[in-house]
C-alpha cells in the first residue's frame, strides 16, 4: 500500500522511460494510420465532434494534452467521401449517442439498439444482408463519458479495377 501511495503521490518521470512509452504510443498511432480506414473514420469523426474529435479517438491526436472541454452540439448533418485504392465499398454512417455520466440508462438502450441489429436474422440484417445488397453490416455504441458514437458500418466487395 505504502508503494502503490508513493506512486500516486510522487510519481517518477524519468525521461528515458518516457522516451521509451512516447515510442510505444508512436507505434500504435503508426499502426492505426496505416488502416485503409483510418482516414474516413478520421473525417468522419472530425464532423461528428468538431474540434473535439482527439478526445473520442483511441489513439488521440499526436500532439494533444489538454483539459476536457464540453463538446458543443453539432450545427448540421453533414456527409464525407473517402477514396482509397481497395477493392470494397464501404458506407458508414455515425451519429452522437448518450453520455454515460449524463443518461447512463440511454446508454443501456443504445446497447441494446444495437445488439438487436446486429441478431442473426433480424429484419435489418436480412433486408441489407440476406439480400445481397451489401456483404457485411455491422451496428456499434462506444460507451462513452461526454457522448460516444453509434456507427453503422456496411462493406461489400467491388470488382471493378482500381
Excluded at 447512463?104 to 440484417?125: E, H, Q, R
Amino acid at each position: 500500500m505504502r508503494f502503490l501511495a508513493a506512486s500516486l503521490r510522487e510519481p517518477l518521470f524519468r525521461e528515458q522511460n518516457l522516451a521509451l512509452e512516447k515510442e510505444v504510443v508512436l507505434g500504435e498511432y503508426d499502426r492505426a494510420e496505416s488502416s485503409p480506414f483510418f482516414g474516413l473514420d478520421k473525417k468522419l469523426t472530425s464532423l461528428l465532434y468538431p474540434g473535439q474529435a482527439s478526445r473520442k479517438d483511441t489513439h488521440g491526436d499526436r500532439t494533444a494534452v489538454a483539459p476536457i472541454p464540453e463538446i458543443p452540439p453539432l450545427e448540421r448533418n453533414e456527409a464525407v467521401i473517402d477514396v482509397a485504392q481497395m477493392p470494397v465499398a464501404t458506407v458508414l454512417v455515425q451519429w452522437r449517442g448518450p453520455s454515460a455520466s449524463r443518461d447512463p440508462d440511454a446508454t443501456f438502450a443504445a446497447d441494446v439498439f444495437s445488439d438487436a441489429l446486429n441478431t442473426p436474422g433480424s429484419g435489418f440484417l436480412k433486408r441489407l444482408v440476406d439480400s445481397g445488397l451489401w456483404q457485411e453490416v455491422g451496428v456499434n455504441y462506444d460507451t462513452l463519458n461526454h457522448v460516444g458514437p453509434i456507427t453503422i458500418r456496411s462493406s461489400s466487395f467491388v470488382s471493378v479495377p482500381l
